[in-house]
């Protein structure tokens, strides 16, 4: 995948969007286009995927990357070469 196809990838499915995982709600939103945390909780809220205070909110690293035979975004702690920034809250 070209790093112009990652990106394109990377603004779909990062737009503020929220998943359960292990029985606690995660919220994704791309730091790119959404670069203040302030910013990122806005987005969310606009979305009515905000309804309570977030428990915790991180900048990670997502990475297009093979994982058992299947790619998918990897989140890292800190910046790499091919990875977008992701504003990750825990509500």
């Not at 995948?1 to 603004?11: A, E, I, R, V, W």
């Not at 779909?12 to 286009?33: N, T």
């Not at 690293?61 to 990750?88: C, M, T």
């Amino acid at each position: 995948m070209t790093n112009m196809d990652s990106l394109q990838q990377f603004m779909r499915y990062f737009e503020p969007h929220c998943l359960e995982r292990d029985g606690q709600r995660v919220c994704y939103v791309s730091a790119l286009e959404y670069p203040l945390e302030n910013d990122a909780l806005d987005a969310l809220g606009e979305e009515g995927l905000l309804q309570e205070p977030p428990q915790k909110i991180s900048l990670k690293y997502a990475q297009w990357s093979e994982v058992d035979q299947k790619e998918r975004w990897i989140l890292h702690p800190s910046e790499r070469s091919g990875a977008y920034p992701v504003w990750v809250i825990t509500v």
